[in-house]
């Protein structure tokens, strides 16, 4: 092992965790209202409105049919406008929130129709407003199924962060191409493997867990 | 209390639209238990959705309390809604809530501190018998159990009218009766009006007052259950009716031609019906004490409806045809409904 093994790896570790982190808190915070206005304007439901559901579903089937590598260079012109630079970590986690929000949008939306319509009928039945329906039915309802999806979310979001490293976003997927692609360097090709072999597991495993705590049935 | 006028609704579907309710009219007085029975399909829950405006009516006007209900907009709904405790089949609580978060629930909706929820939350469950299990979830308790915290959180808001919309379909016939029972006591307790949805005359016969047949969308027929049970007009009621009582004749006269004529030797088939005080009156002694007749009982059953005692029975008589036809008349006099079946022979008699 080279002395310089360690600080690289740490180094590029920090930087994975933190796009993918940040990208994640962002995309969430966008995406769960994505996926509530998904589900809820959808016909038959509590704030039925076909055109916005139209539009919306349009949106998201159109970013989602973009593979990563492709979206990711195509909205340059976009990053560079919102970070001031098209490389960098910051400036990688542009594309990696723009291709999770609508893939957030679909999967909370996927949890919500789980939720039996029955329950927000009887919350309908006590007079409870749309917003309240949402709010204390809807999301507390689906919220073991949302957070095992958000971590299938976490998961696919540490591959395309490795990606972005590609256009200079740093991370382990920068370092294991730059190093142990092209300099030569298959023990750090490895470690890097087994690295994200480990924080998939971790992530799947503290959804898991938490999925679990969650669902009270 | 409630009052529906001529209440349609039609659905649009991709094959033409569809006939849900064809003109519904009907008034349910404060404090009766109204049952609303009709087969799948026929109905009923599309009607009981409309009192309380989870389905609004194609026409015709629902009014609750003198409101106009099919006049007003949703935030006014809502309003009127918190004074419409519904219960389901289902029974649709919350499944990520406890026992004491459900009933709770539309007290939350409308911002109630929380030492006044735990005032009335708290005698909701001692009423509904589930103080024990304030604080475990629905999927820990039977379905009995989850129908009793699905009556509190009705009864949370102190809602003037109860609407059950299949409410013991799901359980057993057991679990059925203390439901049942349950949602007569607080009938009477609170002097709520209760609208019943159901497909088994069972619950009608039990608890309702009042009832109205629905079937392909219009009411069949309607009165107090007595009268709807004792004297039903439609063959759609006869047959909600038959499933309770037995109208079959005693195997030994089954299979038997019924002759409207008298024949030697045959029986003199009757269908007896007692109702309230009747049912106590020593008739059929009486009659076999005046008139030289023989009376064999064949069928009988005591039961109630609600609270009024009801009985069935049928006889067969024989002797000479006078004494048959005056018997027959003392009968009639009484406070009973008579049913000449007709002349049977018995299988028995027919060997010798």
Known sequence: MSSDMIPLISKALGETVYMVAVSMVVATIIGIPLGVLLHTTAKNQILECRALNRGLAGVVNAIRSIPFIILMVAIIPFTRLLVGSSIGTTAAMVPLIIASVPFIGRQVETSLKEVPEGIVEAALSMGATPLQIIRRVLLPEAMPSIIAQLTTVIISLVGESAMAGAIGGGGLGDLAIRYGYQRFRPEIMIATVIILIVLVQLVQFAGNLLAKRLRKQ | ?352
């Open chain 2, 1 to 352: 209390m409630i009052k529906l006028s001529h209440i349609e609704k039609t659905y649009e579907s991709p094959s033409g639209p569809v006939y849900a309710l064809k003109g519904i009219d009907l008034t349910i007085e404060r404090g009766e238990i109204y049952g609303i029975i009709g087969l799948s399909g026929a109905g009923k829950s599309t009607l009981i959705r409309c009192i309380n405006m989870l389905e609004r009516p194609t026409s015709g006007q629902v009014l609750v309390d003198g409101q106009d209900l099919t006049a007003m907009n949703e935030a006014d709904l809502r309003k009127v809604r918190k004074s419409i405790g519904m219960i389901f089949q289902h029974f649709n609580l919350l499944s990520s809530a406890t026992v004491y978060e459900n009933i709770a629930f539309p007290l939350r909706l409308v911002h109630m501190p929380e030492k006044q929820i735990k005032a009335k939350v708290t005698p909701l469950l001692e009423l509904v018998g589930l103080a024990d299990k304030a604080h475990q979830y629905p999927s820990q308790l039977s379905g009995g159990q989850k129908q009793r915290v699905g009556i509190a959180r009705a009864l949370a808001s102190d809602p003037k009218i109860l609407l059950c919309d299949e409410a013991t379909s799901a359980l057993d016939p057991q679990t059925t009766k203390s439901i049942l029972q349950l949602i007569r006591d607080i009938n009477q307790k609170l002097a709520l009006t209760v609208v019943v949805i159901t497909h088994e005359m069972q619950v009608i016969k039990d608890i309702c007052d009042k009832v109205a047949v629905i079937e392909n969308g219009v009411i069949a027929e309607k009165g107090t259950v007595l009268e709807v049970f004792t004297n039903p007009r439609q063959p759609i009621t006869r047959e909600f009716i038959s499933v309770l009582l037995s109208n079959e004749l005693p195997s030994a006269f089954r299979g038997n031609e019924v002759s409207q004529e008298p024949q030697p030797g045959s029986y003199l088939l009757l269908r007896l019906t007692f109702i309230g005080e009747s049912a106590d009156d020593p008739v059929i002694a009486g009659m076999i004490r005046q008139y030289d007749i023989e009376v064999t009982m064949l069928f009988g059953t005591l039961d109630q409806i609600k609270s009024t005692p009801y009985g069935r029975m049928i006889i067969g008589v024989t002797g000479q045809q006078e004494e048959i036809n005056r018997a027959l008349d003392y009968l009639k006099q009484r406070e009973l409904k008579v049913e000449v079946i007709g002349y049977v022979q018995r299988h028995d008699s027919t060997h010798q």
